[in-house]
């Protein structure tokens, strides 16, 4: 008998989770299936869960949430045996949509039961897991704002963007992308694993979790009139042939920076561990993921 855990981020609210409940009911029969449900109580708790699930045999752990609490939990299942599915209620959902995984329950659920798995590369940002992306630039100092935003959601993220766009120093970098050295000036600085910042936005629109190697992108200073073109050109990825956009792939990248100040790692801001320098490795097919193909 399969053993399925479902880690749930319990922000979805009490109707959402009754609902949750029956459909899990319905798609994984108790005379098939051993189900366990539990849920994310404290910062860290998705990784411990995820460990716990591999020691006890557990055969798919299923995340359920957004791209927050799938990074928890894939910490917790690198280099196991024990497979990843994604229910995705977060906002931006950028791993799921990176690897085309339903937003709509009852079809994600039958991808669950259907049970196709894939082994995925991850990235370490200075030892942060990541899945999708990290960046030292723009977006980590937005990431670090909005950690503090009480309105989460696409418009809280915009809201955030304009009222920091003209302050923000874009700043100089050395980057060491495979033993080639580089020095420039950005505005956002992202390596990317995936190929998704959630939304639909894709900064390296090539970039594959499946390839082997990490997506470095580099978008030098833009004035407030570019905002728009850039943002037209990240929905319908194809900014990676434009001006705006900078591009180069690698598997061990460094970047260092006497204004380095941030650091985010799938959408989240972490603390630097070490001052003005990030480094950047590849992990590959580091974890079983059930995807939908």
Same mark, same amino acid.
């Given at each position: 008998?399969?053993?399925?855990?479902?880690?749930?981020?319990?922000?979805?609210?009490?109707?959402?989770?009754?609902?949750?409940?029956?459909?899990?009911?319905?798609?994984?029969?108790?005379?098939?299936?051993?189900?366990?449900?539990?849920?994310?109580?404290?910062?860290?708790?998705?990784?411990?869960?995820?460990?716990?699930?591999?020691?006890?045999?557990?055969?798919?752990?299923?995340?359920?949430?957004?791209?927050?609490?799938?990074?928890?939990? /894939?910490?917790? %299942? =690198?280099?196991? &045996?024990?497979?990843? *599915? @994604?229910?995705?209620?977060?906002?931006?959902?950028? !791993?799921?949509?990176?690897?085309?995984?339903?937003?709509?329950?009852?079809? /994600?659920?039958? %991808? =669950?039961?259907? &049970?196709?798995?894939? *082994? @995925?590369?991850?990235?370490?940002?200075?030892?942060? !897991?990541?899945?999708?992306?990290?960046?030292?630039?723009?977006?980590?100092?937005?990431?670090?704002?909005?950690?503090? &935003?009480?309105?989460?959601?696409?418009?809280?993220?915009?809201?955030?963007?304009?009222?920091?766009?003209?302050?923000?120093?874009?700043?100089?970098?050395?980057?060491?992308?495979?033993?080639?050295?580089?020095?420039?000036?950005?505005?956002?600085?992202?390596?990317?694993?995936?190929?998704?910042?959630?939304?639909?936005?894709?900064?390296?629109?090539?970039?594959?979790?499946?390839?082997?190697?990490?997506?470095?992108?580099?978008?030098?200073?833009?004035?407030?009139?570019?905002?728009?073109?850039?943002?037209?050109?990240?929905?319908?990825?194809?900014?990676?042939?434009?001006?705006?956009?900078?591009?180069?792939?690698?598997?061990?990248?460094?970047?260092?920076?006497?204004?380095?100040?941030?650091?985010?790692?799938?959408?989240?801001?972490?603390?630097?561990?070490?001052?003005?320098?990030?480094?950047?490795?590849?992990?590959?097919?580091?974890?079983?993921?059930?995807?939908?193909?």
């Amino acid at each position: 008998m399969k053993k399925i855990l479902f880690i749930i981020n319990r922000k979805a609210g009490t109707d959402r989770e009754k609902r949750l409940e029956s459909a899990i009911r319905r798609h994984f029969p108790a005379d098939q299936y051993e189900v366990s449900t539990t849920y994310l109580a404290y910062l860290g708790h998705g990784a411990d869960l995820a460990r716990e699930a591999v020691n006890n045999g557990v055969n798919t752990v299923v995340a359920v949430g957004g791209d927050g609490s799938i990074n928890e939990i /894939a910490q917790g %299942l =690198v280099g196991s &045996n024990t497979a990843m *599915a @994604i229910l995705p209620l977060g906002s931006g959902n950028g !791993l799921a949509r990176a690897l085309k995984i339903p937003l709509d329950v009852n079809k /994600a659920l039958s %991808l =669950v039961v259907a &049970n196709k798995q894939r *082994a @995925i590369d991850v990235g370490y940002a200075n030892e942060h !897991l990541f899945l999708s992306n990290a960046g030292v630039g723009f977006d980590a100092l937005i990431a670090e704002q909005f950690r503090h &935003n009480t309105k989460r959601g696409l418009s809280g993220y915009a809201k955030l963007v304009l009222k920091s766009f003209n302050t923000y120093e874009p700043a100089e970098y050395r980057i060491e992308i495979d033993g080639e050295v580089l020095q420039t000036k950005a505005f956002l600085l992202t390596v990317a694993n995936g190929n998704q910042f959630g939304y639909e936005f894709k900064l390296a629109p090539k970039a594959s979790v499946f390839d082997g190697q990490l997506d470095l992108c580099v978008m030098p200073p833009v004035g407030i009139m570019s905002l728009l073109p850039v943002s037209v050109f990240s929905l319908m990825g194809n900014i990676d042939q434009t001006r705006y956009l900078k591009h180069y792939t690698g598997k061990d990248i460094t970047i260092s920076s006497s204004a380095l100040q941030y650091l985010q790692v799938d959408g989240d801001a972490v603390p630097l561990t070490e001052n003005g320098v990030v480094r950047i490795r590849i992990q590959t097919a580091a974890i079983n993921l059930v995807v939908n193909e």
